[in-house]
């Protein structure tokens, strides 16, 4: 990660990060006399939190040591620096009292505000894909990063695409419905997830997508809609959810309605020249004649609705 590549994970740089977040905390390495509010660093790193936090406490610490935070070698790391304290703050009254008051636990009772807790994150993690974070729909909601991730795990489930959308489900409770409804995106069989589509850290384009416009996420995976082609569509090229909910539906394909009344919406029927294209006059047709045309489904015969690279398919039936 580039972002990091001029960061030097030393005691005097988290300082600087938490006073400049307004946090106070004077800046005591361990060696340092004990501060105004006794907020230094304990003596020994992990070990000297581990001495009380062992492999019983009731919630698991240990699984960490799994994780890329662990990893002692990449000198970016928490564990390469400060290990606990580089997440927690200085810990050094926490450890001779145990109280709970002199530690930040990242949870709602934590004397810190969010965007402080957020801050003790961001001060390693503000490059990449949380460039778009500060102003986000999430940031200005209020939302902790340990609203989505989880640290003290060996998988944090908002990583996986299996797992992920239930993290998201907790707060979103409406999509949860919409995928699963009888036509949606495969979400709820793990093939494809929320942050394929979504930048929950934030992005320029409406809906937080991943992509500058909605089609454009679109075309990611559906890239033969984008074109060109000799016929468009106008309303295809323009935004594919005038037709479509990119969620789920109870419509076939995703649709919002279904045909003819989808393409009604914007195709008078009277306009449409039915004398001449009865089903009487197709390949094998009989009778019917009208009642085919509007009943039938508009998609019978103009079949390329996103668009067609037919010489002659201006009318979209080729
Ligand atoms: C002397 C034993 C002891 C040591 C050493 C110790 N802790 Fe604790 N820690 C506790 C106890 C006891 C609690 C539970 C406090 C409570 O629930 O009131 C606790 C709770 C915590 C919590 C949760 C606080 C909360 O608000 O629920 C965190 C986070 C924590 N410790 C981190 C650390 C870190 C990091 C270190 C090393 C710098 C450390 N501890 C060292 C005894 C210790
Ligand atoms: C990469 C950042 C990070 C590091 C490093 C880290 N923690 Fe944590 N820790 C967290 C977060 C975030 C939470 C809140 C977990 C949650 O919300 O479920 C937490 C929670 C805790 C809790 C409180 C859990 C509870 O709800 O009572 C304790 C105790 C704790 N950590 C101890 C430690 C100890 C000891 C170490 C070092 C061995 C350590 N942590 C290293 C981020 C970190
Ligand atoms: C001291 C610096 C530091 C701090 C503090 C820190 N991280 Fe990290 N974090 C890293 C590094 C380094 C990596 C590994 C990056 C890599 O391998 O590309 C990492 C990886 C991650 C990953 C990806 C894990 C994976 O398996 O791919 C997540 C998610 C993450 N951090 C979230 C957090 C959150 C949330 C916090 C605050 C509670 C936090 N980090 C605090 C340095 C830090
Ligand atoms: C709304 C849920 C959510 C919140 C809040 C959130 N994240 Fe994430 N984060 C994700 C998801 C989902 C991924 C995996 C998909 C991706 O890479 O975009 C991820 C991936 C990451 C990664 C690893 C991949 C990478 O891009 O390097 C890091 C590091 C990370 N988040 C840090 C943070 C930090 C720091 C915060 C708080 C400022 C935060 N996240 C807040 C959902 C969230
Ligand atoms: C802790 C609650 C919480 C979690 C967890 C959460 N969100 Fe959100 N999200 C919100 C809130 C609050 C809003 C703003 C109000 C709203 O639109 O509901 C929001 C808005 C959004 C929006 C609309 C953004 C906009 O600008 O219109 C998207 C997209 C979104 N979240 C995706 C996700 C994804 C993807 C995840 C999981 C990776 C996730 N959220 C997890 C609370 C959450
Ligand atoms: C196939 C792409 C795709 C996937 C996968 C996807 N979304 Fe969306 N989502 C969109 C699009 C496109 C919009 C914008 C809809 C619009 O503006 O008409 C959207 C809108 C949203 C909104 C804002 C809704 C509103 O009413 O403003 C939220 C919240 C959201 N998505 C959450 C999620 C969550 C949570 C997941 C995973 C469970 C998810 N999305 C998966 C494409 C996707
Ligand atoms: C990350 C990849 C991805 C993105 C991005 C994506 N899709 Fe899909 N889409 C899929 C997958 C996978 C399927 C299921 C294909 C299958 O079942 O054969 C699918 C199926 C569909 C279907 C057919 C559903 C059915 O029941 O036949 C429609 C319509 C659709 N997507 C529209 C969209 C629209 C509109 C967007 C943009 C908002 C979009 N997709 C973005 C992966 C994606
Ligand atoms: C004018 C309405 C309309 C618009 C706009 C539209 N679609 Fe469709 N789409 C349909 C209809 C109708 C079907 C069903 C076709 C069928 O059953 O033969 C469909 C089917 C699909 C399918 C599944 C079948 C297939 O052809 O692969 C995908 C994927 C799809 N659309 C993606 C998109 C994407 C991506 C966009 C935006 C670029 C888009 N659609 C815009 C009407 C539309
Ligand atoms: C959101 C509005 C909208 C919807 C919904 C829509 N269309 Fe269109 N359609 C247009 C526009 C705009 C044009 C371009 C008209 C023009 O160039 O005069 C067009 C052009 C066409 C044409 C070519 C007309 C010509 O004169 O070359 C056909 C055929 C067509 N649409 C069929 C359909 C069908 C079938 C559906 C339903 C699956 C549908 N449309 C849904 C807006 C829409
Ligand atoms: C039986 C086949 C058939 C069905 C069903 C059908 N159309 Fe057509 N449509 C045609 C043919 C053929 C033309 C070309 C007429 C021409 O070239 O003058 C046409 C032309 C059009 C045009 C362009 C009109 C123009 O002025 O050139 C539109 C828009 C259109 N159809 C929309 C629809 C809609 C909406 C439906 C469903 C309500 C529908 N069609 C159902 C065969 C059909």
């Given at each position: 990660?580039?972002?990091?590549?001029?960061?030097?994970?030393?005691?005097?740089?988290?300082?600087?990060?938490?006073?400049?977040?307004?946090?106070?905390?004077?800046?005591?390495?361990?060696?340092?006399?004990?501060?105004?509010?006794?907020?230094?660093?304990?003596?020994?790193?992990?070990?000297?939190?581990?001495?009380?936090?062992?492999?019983?406490?009731?919630?698991?610490?240990?699984?960490?040591?799994?994780?890329?935070?662990?990893?002692?070698?990449?000198?970016?790391?928490?564990?390469?620096?400060?290990?606990?304290?580089?997440?927690?703050?200085?810990?050094?009254?926490?450890?001779?009292?145990?109280?709970?008051?002199?530690?930040?636990?990242?949870?709602?009772?934590?004397?810190?505000?969010?965007?402080?807790?957020?801050?003790?994150?961001?001060?390693?993690?503000?490059?990449?894909?949380?460039?778009?974070?500060?102003?986000?729909?999430?940031?200005?909601?209020?939302?902790?990063?340990?609203?989505?991730?989880?640290?003290?795990?060996?998988?944090?489930?908002?990583?996986?695409?299996?797992?992920?959308?239930?993290?998201?489900?907790?707060?979103?409770?409406?999509?949860?419905?919409?995928?699963?409804?009888?036509?949606?995106?495969?979400?709820?069989?793990?093939?494809?997830?929320?942050?394929?589509?979504?930048?929950?850290?934030?992005?320029?384009?409406?809906?937080?997508?991943?992509?500058?416009?909605l089609n454009q996420t679109c075309y990611t995976c559906h890239a033969?809609?984008?074109?060109?082609?000799?016929?468009?569509?106008?309303?295809?090229?323009?935004?594919?959810?005038?037709?479509?909910?990119?969620?789920?539906?109870?419509?076939?394909?995703?649709?919002?309605?279904?045909?003819?009344?989808?393409?009604?919406?914007?195709?008078?029927?009277?306009?449409?020249?039915?004398?001449?294209?009865?089903?009487?006059?197709?390949?094998?047709?009989?009778?019917?004649?009208?009642?085919?045309?509007?009943?039938?489904?508009?998609?019978?015969?103009?079949?390329?609705?996103?668009?067609?690279?037919?010489?002659?398919?201006?009318?979209?039936?080729?």
């Amino acid at each position: 990660m580039r972002w990091m590549n001029q960061m030097n994970i030393e005691k005097s740089l988290f300082a600087v990060v938490l006073l400049s977040s307004g946090l106070g905390f004077s800046i005591a390495a361990s060696s340092s006399p004990a501060g105004d509010q006794g907020m230094e660093y304990s003596a020994n790193g992990a070990d000297t939190c581990l001495l009380c936090h062992t492999e019983a406490w009731a919630y698991p610490i240990y699984p960490i040591f799994k994780t890329k935070h662990a990893n002692r070698a990449d000198k970016r790391t928490p564990f390469a620096g400060l290990q606990c304290e580089a997440c927690h703050g200085p810990g050094g009254k926490h450890a001779t009292t145990g109280s709970k008051d002199a530690i930040n636990s990242f949870k709602e009772t934590s004397f810190l505000s969010v965007r402080q807790r957020n801050e003790a994150c961001l001060g390693c993690h503000q490059g990449n894909a949380r460039v778009g974070w500060v102003g986000s729909t999430h940031e200005t909601s209020n939302l902790a990063c340990t609203s989505c991730h989880q640290l003290h795990v060996e998988h944090d489930p908002v990583l996986a695409r299996a797992t992920q959308p239930e993290v998201c489900y907790k707060c979103h409770l409406k999509e949860r419905a919409e995928f699963n409804k009888p036509s949606a995106h495969p979400v709820r069989f793990g093939l494809l997830t929320c942050s394929e589509c979504h930048s929950p850290h934030g992005s320029i384009a409406v809906a937080m997508l991943a992509r500058p416009t909605l089609n454009q996420t679109c075309y990611t995976c559906h890239a033969e809609k984008r074109g060109p082609f000799l016929w468009e569509h106008a309303p295809a090229a323009e935004d594919c959810s005038l037709c479509h909910s990119p969620h789920g539906s109870a419509h076939a394909s995703l649709l919002k309605k279904d045909p003819p009344l989808l393409c009604q919406q914007c195709h008078a029927v009277a306009g449409h020249p039915s004398v001449a294209y009865t089903s009487a006059a197709l390949p094998g047709g009989g009778g019917g004649g009208a009642a085919f045309l509007l009943s039938g489904g508009c998609i019978n015969c103009h079949s390329q609705v996103h668009g067609s690279n037919h010489p002659s398919g201006i009318k979209l039936m080729r």
